[in-house]
């Protein structure tokens, strides 16, 4: 356990640098500082590895990617939704009944300003115990970083998303390119990436002009934080080979209600 230990805080972060990493041990307060530094992190899959976790309980999440219904904006994306509130007085989630959601065309030039409407998540999706480690990480580094008030209402959203190209037609995102989101803290969980996809990398930038990360999350679990600190886009997933390419994803996002 001691060795496992050791090993996820020596390379929890990819982008950490050699000195920031030995001024600290602890896993979550090397991911708070470099959202404080850099507003985002790449969080390797161990980060969330333990004991309830095994690789059946995975398999059973991704699964459940096979079944989604089709996004009715552009991107062959196929997609699911859940919310819930959180009630500061009970210090407690309690889950809406309804899966409308909105963006503001501010963030989303492509979507924004609409209401959409998507499938609910299924509740052995969101029963699975992997899924309540995410929560549970997530819930205390939004706590930590500061960004989500816990003392005010605020909402945790879930995008269960699977973009899939087939042939030459692409899967992408929307907005298409760089952007910020509504919502000032957005953890994106992999789930699955087929092995013939081109692109579904994750950019990051100082401004629209100024692209300063690419990277691609590979192993389920590995994690893309922000906040809206950079810039972000996914480029545009493709097929190497013509048959179906998918990137299976979760979105957890947390905002306070204004
Ligand atoms: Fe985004």
């Known amino acids: 356990m001691v060795a496992i230990m050791s090993y996820v805080s ?10 920031e990493s030995k001024s600290t041990s602890n896993p979550t307060i090397e991911v708070i500082n470099q959202v404080k530094n850099y507003g985002f992190v790449h969080i390797k899959p161990e980060y969330y590895i333990n004991s309830k976790i095994n690789l059946d309980l995975i398999e059973d999440m991704q699964e459940k990617y096979a079944n989604l219904s089709k996004d009715s904006s552009p991107g062959n994306r196929f997609r699911a939704y859940a919310c ?4 500061p007085n009970e210090q407690k989630f309690v889950k809406q009944n309804t899966t ?34 995410l929560i549970e990480k997530d819930v205390e580094l939004a706590k930590q970083t500061g960004i989500i008030d816990f003392e005010s209402e605020f909402q945790m959203g879930f995008h269960q998303i699977r973009y899939k190209a087939q042939g ?22 992999l789930f ?3 092995k013939n996809v081109l692109g579904g990398d994750n950019l990051i930038a100082t401004d629209p002009k100024t692209i300063t990360h690419i990277f691609r999350l590979n192993s389920p679990l590995e994690t893309l934080l922000l906040t809206k600190m950079p810039y972000h886009a996914v480029t545009p997933l493709g097929s190497s080979n013509g048959d179906n390419a998918f990137r299976d994803i979760l979105l957890i996002t947390f905002m306070n209600k204004k």
């Open 192 to 194: 699955n990436l087929s």
């Open 84 to 87: 819930y509130d959180w009630l």
């Open 100 to 133: 409308h959601y909105f963006q503001s065309k501010e963030y989303n030039y492509d979507d924004g300003g609409k209401v959409r409407l998507f499938d609910p998540i299924v509740e052995a999706y969101l029963n699975n115990p992997v899924l309540k480690t």
């Open 168 to 189: 030459t037609e692409p899967s992408y995102s929307s907005p298409v390119w760089l952007h910020r989101d509504d919502e000032p803290l957005v953890f994106v969980h």
């Open 10 to 19: 020596q390379n929890i972060l990819r982008s950490l640098t050699d000195e």
